[in-house]
């Protein structure tokens, strides 16, 4: 496993920003496809956003497409997940992950399935104020 540590989390009012950062503990994110996940208070956890091992290809939680931009440095071993528009459901605890490419193809596409990701962080909460 990976240590991951995500940071950037806060009290925000509905409408505001909030950019997520995940810190890998060694270089590995060249190698790696990224995802965020996120569980409500009182709800299951859920998926929200992944991009592969190069960047090139993203995925969304449909509820937040167009709010929500993934992005990573795989030179800084950093993952970022920028948050505009935000709503109270968005309120959660949020987890990013990491799990080995299954394919070197630079356009290879990632998983949304939690099981496909072997390295998560311990979580940075995000509370929307209304």
């Known amino acids: 496993q990976v240590h991951l540590v995500e940071s950037g989390g806060g009290l925000v009012q509905a409408g505001g920003s909030l950019r997520l950062s995940c810190a890998a503990s060694e270089h590995i994110f060249s190698t790696y496809d990224m995802a965020w996940f996120r569980q409500p208070p009182g709800k299951k956890h859920e998926f929200v956003a992944v991009?592969?091992?190069?960047?090139?290809?993203?995925d969304y939680l449909d509820s937040v497409k167009g709010r929500f931009t993934i992005s990573r440095d795989n030179d800084k071993n950093a993952g970022y997940l920028q948050m505009n528009s935000l709503r109270f459901e968005d309120t959660a605890v949020y987890y990013c992950a990491a799990g080995p490419r299954k394919s070197s193809s630079y356009n290879s596409n990632p998983s949304s399935n939690p099981d496909d990701y072997n390295s998560w962080g311990q979580g940075t909460q995000v509370t929307v104020s209304s």
């Open positions: 991009n592969n091992w190069s960047g090139a290809r993203t």
